[in-house]
């Protein structure tokens, strides 16, 4: 069976489950508090990153609700959610123009954009060092994923703000991620408050504009 197969079966049994809207079904409304526990009904039944994708690709399927449920962004930062041993979910927000270096995350990531647009790199590692492969541009109400040792950096390449739902298969926070040298790229242990403080850097910048 090929892994296409098996994410589509996959797919399948959590729209099933989960009551993914067909043809003839009246649109849910966006909630967060339903995306939550979608998620983590997702993730308990076993689903993994499939049945993520599908929940996540239906909650932002209308991004223009969910911008107005979440409400105009005013800060750049990571926003957590939802945080457990087995899920993160993370309200993201990009400055214009930010790029954020290359990373992993040590588990599988799905990233649903619902304003703005992300251009992701993503990279192979090539023993301690990594090499630019494809690429991937991410609009509004699309989902992106990244297996569990995927290595990415992300560009938001617009004047404005970028806003996405991030949700990760662990605990984001706990985990010990690599990011690689902007020059180099050499892989070296991501210091998280330094990446912390490029997203303030970023906030500040953004609201001197105001």
Request: aromatic share 8%.
């Amino acid at each position: 069976m090929s892994r296409r197969s098996v994410i589509a079966g996959a797919a399948g049994i959590a729209a099933a489950q989960f009551g993914a809207n067909s043809s003839s079904a009246r649109p849910v409304p966006f909630s967060m508090d339903r995306l939550i526990e979608d998620a983590k009904q997702a993730v308990a039944a076993g689903g993994g990153q499939p049945a993520i994708e599908e929940v996540l690709g239906r909650a932002i399927s209308n991004h223009d609700e969910v911008l107005t449920a979440l409400g105009e962004p005013t800060d750049v930062g990571l926003q957590e959610i939802y945080r457990a041993d087995d899920l993160t979910i993370l309200n993201v927000v990009w400055s214009p123009y930010m790029v954020q270096l290359p990373h992993d995350h040590k588990m599988w990531a799905t990233i649903g954009i619902y304003s703005g647009r992300e251009d992701n790199i993503i990279w192979h590692r090539r023993g301690i060092h990594a090499e630019a492969a494809t690429a991937s541009s991410v609009g509004a109400g699309e989902v992106f994923s990244l297996p569990e040792h995927g290595v990415h950096s992300v560009t938001n390449p617009l004047p404005r703000l970028t806003c996405a739902i991030h949700i990760y298969g662990g605990d984001f926070f706990a985990a010990e991620k690599s990011e690689w040298d902007p020059e180099t790229l050499r892989e070296r242990p991501m210091d998280f408050e330094a990446a912390q403080e490029r997203f303030r850097d970023a906030n500040d910048r953004f609201r001197g504009r105001e």
